[in-house]
Structure formats: structure tokens, C-alpha cells
């Protein structure tokens, strides 16, 4: 078992401990909620993370790409959804997915005109596509809303294409990011459960079938009051969490799982700063976390054994490959010498985690193995 | 040869011509200011972009880590210089590329402690370690300041130590991105020439040799008005450039040679938006053009074929994989159907290539070679 001082740095490093109990926490309280967990690999895009996230069964999952979607398909997954909005260019690699591997890959679409070129194509190429349709919960950032006639149209679309099948709907409260308490998000989760419950109640009472009925974004699955109507919560963010989780309070600082291993390689001791090797590549530019925690910069510095932080320590610059950290007290250069190693918490674990091939996956300290990520498109 | 609208997106599109330009012009510029362009290979991480960028040499070149210096090393490159401060902890990996590829690898630090680690570690393994000394022109982000009593201890200490060599200094006028007009770079052009032949004077008035002298960053090496004393310049962008380069007038919107291909995949009109497919990994989160360009977003749209910017789209948020673009005109709607390309011209060309692992090199509006980058650590 190699030690984290033998690494060299920048490395993402995530615990296996706190990825466990994360997941098992999700698993729990979807078992409460009586709804199906479908676990969103947007964030983790590893085989290992979903193993960890399904308890080892290889049950329904969600992706953001067809990339991700063909990785777990060659690895077993048998229901897939791919929950960004399909374009027909698109739909020959969808299709070669299914034929490779046999699974039910499901798409999601709120366009008319993509069902008509799905339909077409599903026609020309004698195959059979499955799809959602993704419903407004109050992002607006895309879906129906779900008292549009658009619903309606789309589904009347779908059944009168004998090699479509429309699946379900799908609604995703990604403005539950935006609440600054967790009390702020039971309305929200109110509205994403009511706006999917009710457009598959319309589609329904149009005399269509409505199978799935899914919703999620990690917040709304916590907070949600009761999911009656729902049939399945997509979440991703809570196998890891990240600051900006914890600064809207969804998390405890000792739930985060992701950390990036640095080193300091410099200090500027006339600019009172530490220099580190994670800039803004090893890092992102994503500083989502500061609207409602201030002194999150672009991560916390923490101890690399105890995941302590390290005083109000934060990465408060980055170029391409340099953290810039100011210090508040020159005895930190005595404590952080050039060569010594911290640990980072970062803002936002989707977009740090995508930097990198691979986790370091750390247990007691120590490497105990190293699992792929599946990145790019 | 592939056309654009064949491709999935999102792809990293690399033009051809304006890339041998911009890498043309460089070229010309370096050879009337009498320096060596030493070009970095921090934004590109590209053998092919860099055999554009030396036309056709395997001549010195810049890295930011050791796997760039790695995959140039094995690749036939026999100077390179990794311009980001090392640690004792690397000196391992940079020994092994040393010895498996027999370039001459030149290793920076500006710690005393990193000098004394190296002596140690060459000594032990009976290797050479090659060095320059950084220096602060201005930035404060790592060095020696030039007139500091450091830079004469650590040149000491590398002259003592008989398997270091101290080849050089070099610093990075890095705050010539702050600079709101091209004519505001010329004095922070002339601080980074005289920190850095005043670091050398003082070195070799000391009794030490200084061969090198490097300077760089592309605004400093445009604007300077000469560059006497100065051995080679460091340059990246000035290959690709990008909005936030464009925004400080250091280059037009028609060298822009970098650009993501991505589709429209959702209209939600009742939020006046197009939703296309990049968003946060596509394009990253840099917004570093907006501040003097407040309409860059996250990158302006352009059509994919004449690269004439549209309108005055831009994309306005970005989640993971969803970038959303408001629209001022119902019409746009019409022009832009679901499953139509856009081309978006990115803030920050070094940030949003590191989400790709090739570019797809455009000529005449069709694809004519897929080239791979080196990204991670």
C-alpha cells in the first residue's frame, strides 16, 4: 500500500470510507421514500463509484453523455439513462450502444422535431429507441412545463411511432442549487415531484402509458417531504459532496469524499503567499461555493492525514498549474515547508473530478487501489 | 475528409491556417526582437501543434509538468524547460525522463530548500539536474525578487553543489493579462526584461555563469519594445488565442483558431433560451474575457461554417453538460433548430482544450486530422 507522501502531486484522492457511507446514506433514505435510486455517474464517471453506489448490483443508472452510457454498457449495465437532451446526430451511436450490449439505453428529449427524426431514423434502421420526456419543474433551463400542450403533443409523437417507446418523464430541480437553506428546498422539491407526477398524470388521463415517473438532483431527494407518484430519484453529488454542497448545508464537512493531493513548491514570502502544484486545471475555476461560504476561493487546505483544515487556509488564486494561498501568519511557512503536501476540498467535485484520469482511492491514509474515470465525450 | 456536421458533439475544433499563422507571426517576431522562442506547450500539449509551432524543428520548447515533459522527451525533444517550480518529491520522475529519453531537462524552483534536496538526490543517484532560478518581475505570484539576497545564496548553493547545474533565470511577466490595453503591457515588459537580466548581471557579477535568460508571456513578448540582455521567449496562447485575449486587443477575432462544436439540443422558449450541448466540461467555467468584454459569457456563438460570430449570442450559464444562451429574437429559433451546430469561441483557450483529449483540426471547413493532446499529470 503506497502512502499519500510517495504520490506525486496534484492526485484526486477519494475516501473510501466516507464514499461508503454516503452512498448507503442515499440507498437508506430512498428506501424510505419508496422510490427506485437510479444513481446519476455524471460526478464519479467510474465502474468502481457505481459498484460502491449500487451495493454491487449492476441496477439502473444515469449518465450525462453517450460516452458515459457506452462505458457502463460494455460493463454490464443492462438500463441506462442518458439524461441530457438527445440531438439526431446522435442517434447512431445511441442505436450502435444498444446493438454492442443489449441494454435498454433510455433518451430524454422535450422536442418534437427529435421525435420525428428519432422515429425516422428508429424506421431506416429497424431498431427500437426508448425515451423520457423532460419536464420544467422551475429551472427553466430545459424540459415542458408540465401544463403545456407541448406534453401532450410530444406523447401523442411518440405512441403513434410504432418504434418509439415513450418510457416515462423526467423532471430535475437543479435550482434546489441556488437555496440557501435546506428548508428552502422542500417547495422546490414539492414543485419538481408535482411537475413530474403531473405531466405523467396527463399523459395518463390522454390514454397513454407513463411507467417512469423520475426526478432528482441530490438536494430535492433529501429534502422532498414524500415522493408519492414518483418511481425513481436520480442523485450524484452525495457520493462525494463538495464545498459547495456543504455551504448549502447538505452536508457535514467529514461527508466529503474527494479531495486533490498538492504540494507546496514555493513560498512567496515578500507576497505572502504558498504556492501549490493544483491551479486551475487540478483545481477548476468553479467557485460556486463562495456565494454562501465566502472563504471557500477555489478550496480549503486541509491537513493530509487528519482532513483537518488547515486554519482559514484557502487556495485564493489559480493559473493554468499554481494555487496561490495567503497567509494570514508567517509561522506557516514553518508548518507547510516547500516540498510538504495539503490536501484540497474543492468547490465543486463534477467539474474538479473531470481534470483527472484516475482516483487514488485512500483508506487509513494509505492507496488502496486506483480506479478509472471515463472523461470526454 | 469528414464533414463538420458529421461529427458528435461536443469536439474541440483546431483551424489549420490560423494556427500556422499566429505560429508564423511569432516565429517572425522572436527573430526581430533576437531572441529564441521557446514556446510553451501548456496551452497546446500537442507534438503536432508543436511542430507547427517551431516549423518542423524538435527545437527547445516550454512544458508546466513533468508529463507534458515526459511525452515531448519520448517524442524526440531534447530541451525542454518545465517552467513550474519543482519539488524534491518530482525529482525521481524528472531523473527517469532524463535518463530513458537523454534530453537535457531544465527544472525551476526559487527555494533554497529544493536546491539542497536536489544536490542531495543527484548526488546519490550520480545524475546532473539542470536549473534556472525564478525570478518575480512584478506578478508576485513565485520568484526571487531580481535585487533579493536569495538569488545570490541559491546560485551559491547551486554552483556548490557539483552535480546541479545553474543554467539560467527566467521569470514570467504574468500580470500582462491584467492589463487592460496593449499599450498598458509595454512597461510590464520592460520590469520583466530588466528582473531578468538584472537577476543575471547580478548572478554573473557574483563569479557565476547565467547562460540563459528567459523571459515570457505572449502580451510582454508582443509589446516589448526590445529585448536586450534576454536570451529566449516563453509564449503559449499566441498559438490559439482566445476571447480573454482578444478582450485585452492583443489579437483579432479572426486568429481565434480554437473553437467548440456543439449542438442545440433543447429550445425552452417559455425561458427565451437555446440549450446546446457544452457547457461546464466543454467549455470550462473561465470567464476571465468578461471583464473587458462583459458580453464573452462563457464563449460567443458563431456559425460553424463562416465562424461570423451570431449576433450577439453568447453562452450565458453553463451546468455540466447543458450551456444555455438567452436569445434576444424569437427568430433565432428558426435559424437554429434543435440539432443544428453552433461553434463557440471559448474565454480561455488553455482552460477549455484540457476537457478534450484530441482536437479535430478544421481546413476548409472539413476535418483533416485528429490530433491527441497530453492532459493530466
Same mark, same amino acid.
Given at each position: 500500500?503506497?502512502?499519500?507522501?510517495?504520490?506525486?502531486? #496534484?492526485?484526486?484522492?477519494?475516501?473510501? @470510507?466516507?464514499?461508503?457511507?454516503?452512498?448507503?446514506?442515499? %440507498? +437508506?433514505?430512498?428506501?424510505?421514500?419508496?422510490?427506485?435510486?437510479?444513481?446519476?455517474?455524471?460526478?464519479?464517471?467510474?465502474?468502481?463509484?457505481?459498484?460502491?453506489?449500487?451495493?454491487?448490483?449492476?441496477?439502473?443508472?444515469?449518465?450525462?453523455?453517450?460516452? +458515459?452510457?457506452? $462505458?457502463?454498457?460494455?460493463?454490464?449495465?443492462? @438500463?441506462?439513462?442518458?439524461?441530457?437532451? !438527445?440531438?439526431? *446526430?446522435?442517434?447512431?451511436?445511441?442505436?450502435? !450502444?444498444?446493438?454492442?450490449? &443489449?441494454?435498454?439505453?433510455?433518451?430524454?428529449?422535450?422536442?418534437?422535431?427529435?421525435?420525428?427524426?428519432?422515429?425516422?431514423?428508429?424506421?431506416?434502421?429497424?431498431?427500437?429507441?426508448?425515451?423520457? !420526456? +423532460?419536464?420544467?419543474? *422551475?429551472?427553466?433551463?430545459?424540459?415542458?412545463?408540465?401544463?403545456?400542450?407541448?406534453?401532450?403533443?410530444?406523447?401523442?409523437?411518440?405512441?403513434?411511432?410504432?418504434?418509439?417507446?415513450?418510457?416515462?418523464?423526467?423532471?430535475?430541480?437543479?435550482?434546489? $442549487?441556488?437555496?440557501?437553506?435546506?428548508?428552502?428546498?422542500? #417547495?422546490?422539491?414539492?414543485?419538481?415531484?408535482?411537475?413530474?407526477?403531473?405531466?405523467?398524470?396527463?399523459? %395518463?388521463?390522454?390514454?397513454?402509458?407513463?411507467?417512469?415517473?423520475?426526478?432528482?438532483?441530490?438536494?430535492?431527494?433529501?429534502?422532498?417531504?414524500?415522493?408519492?407518484?414518483?418511481?425513481?430519484? %436520480?442523485?450524484?453529488? $452525495?457520493?462525494?459532496?463538495?464545498?459547495?454542497?456543504?455551504?448549502?448545508?447538505?452536508?457535514?464537512?467529514?461527508?466529503?469524499?474527494?479531495?486533490?493531493?498538492?504540494?507546496?513548491?514555493?513560498?512567496?514570502?515578500?507576497?505572502?503567499?504558498?504556492?501549490?502544484?493544483? *491551479?486551475?486545471?487540478?483545481?477548476?475555476? @468553479?467557485?460556486?461555493?463562495?456565494?454562501?461560504? #465566502?472563504?471557500?476561493?477555489?478550496?480549503?487546505?486541509?491537513?493530509?492525514?487528519?482532513?483537518?483544515?488547515?486554519?482559514?487556509?484557502?487556495?485564493?488564486?489559480?493559473?493554468? +498549474?499554481?494555487?496561490?494561498?495567503?497567509?494570514?501568519?508567517?509561522?506557516?511557512?514553518?508548518?507547510?515547508?516547500?516540498?510538504?503536501?495539503?490536501?484540497?476540498?474543492?468547490?465543486?467535485?463534477?467539474?474538479?473530478?473531470? &481534470?483527472?484520469?484516475? $482516483?487514488?482511492?485512500?483508506? @487509513? &491514509?494509505?492507496?488502496?487501489?486506483?480506479?478509472? %474515470?471515463?472523461?470526454?465525450?
Amino acid at each position: 500500500m503506497e502512502k499519500l507522501d510517495g504520490l506525486e502531486t #496534484p492526485r484526486l484522492l477519494l475516501d473510501a @470510507d466516507r464514499l461508503a457511507r454516503n452512498c448507503a446514506a442515499m %440507498r +437508506e433514505r430512498c428506501g424510505a421514500l419508496g422510490v427506485r435510486l437510479r444513481p446519476h455517474l455524471k460526478t464519479a464517471k467510474s465502474l468502481e463509484v457505481a459498484r460502491v453506489a449500487l451495493a454491487g448490483e449492476t441496477a439502473a443508472i444515469t449518465v450525462s453523455t453517450l460516452h +458515459e452510457a457506452e $462505458y457502463f454498457a460494455r460493463n454490464g449495465y443492462r @438500463d441506462i439513462l442518458c439524461a441530457s437532451g !438527445i440531438v439526431p *446526430g446522435k442517434l447512431a451511436h445511441a442505436a450502435r !450502444i444498444q446493438r454492442e450490449s &443489449g441494454c435498454d439505453l433510455i433518451l430524454v428529449t422535450d422536442a418534437l422535431a427529435v421525435v420525428e427524426a428519432a422515429a425516422q431514423f428508429a424506421q431506416q434502421n429497424g431498431i427500437t429507441l426508448s425515451f423520457l !420526456i +423532460e419536464i420544467d419543474c *422551475g429551472e427553466h433551463r430545459s424540459g415542458q412545463l408540465p401544463d403545456a400542450p407541448e406534453v401532450i403533443a410530444i406523447a401523442r409523437a411518440f405512441h403513434a411511432a410504432p418504434q418509439l417507446r415513450l418510457r416515462g418523464v423526467m423532471a430535475h430541480a437543479g435550482h434546489s $442549487y441556488g437555496a440557501d437553506e435546506p428548508s428552502a428546498v422542500v #417547495p422546490i422539491a414539492t414543485a419538481e415531484r408535482d411537475a413530474a407526477v403531473g405531466a405523467a398524470t396527463r399523459i %395518463r388521463a390522454a390514454g397513454m402509458a407513463c411507467e417512469i415517473v423520475s426526478i432528482g438532483s441530490t438536494p430535492t431527494v433529501l429534502m422532498a417531504d414524500h415522493l408519492a407518484g414518483v418511481t425513481e430519484a %436520480r442523485a450524484g453529488i $452525495y457520493m462525494f459532496w463538495d464545498l459547495a454542497q456543504l455551504s448549502r448545508k447538505v452536508c457535514r464537512a467529514e461527508d466529503l469524499a474527494v479531495s486533490v493531493l498538492t504540494s507546496v513548491i514555493g513560498h512567496t514570502r515578500h507576497a505572502n503567499t504558498l504556492i501549490l502544484d493544483a *491551479g486551475a486545471l487540478a483545481l477548476s475555476k @468553479d467557485i460556486g461555493a463562495n456565494r454562501l461560504m #465566502p472563504d471557500a476561493g477555489y478550496g480549503w487546505l486541509c491537513d493530509p492525514r487528519t482532513m483537518q483544515r488547515l486554519g482559514a487556509l484557502a487556495v485564493n488564486t489559480v493559473h493554468q +498549474e499554481h494555487g496561490t494561498v495567503l497567509v494570514d501568519d508567517v509561522r506557516w511557512f514553518d508548518r507547510l515547508p516547500v516540498g510538504s503536501q495539503v490536501r484540497i476540498l474543492p468547490n465543486h467535485a463534477c467539474i474538479t473530478c473531470a &481534470g483527472y484520469g484516475a $482516483y487514488d482511492v485512500v483508506r @487509513d &491514509g494509505a492507496i488502496v487501489a486506483r480506479w478509472e %474515470r471515463v472523461n470526454g465525450w
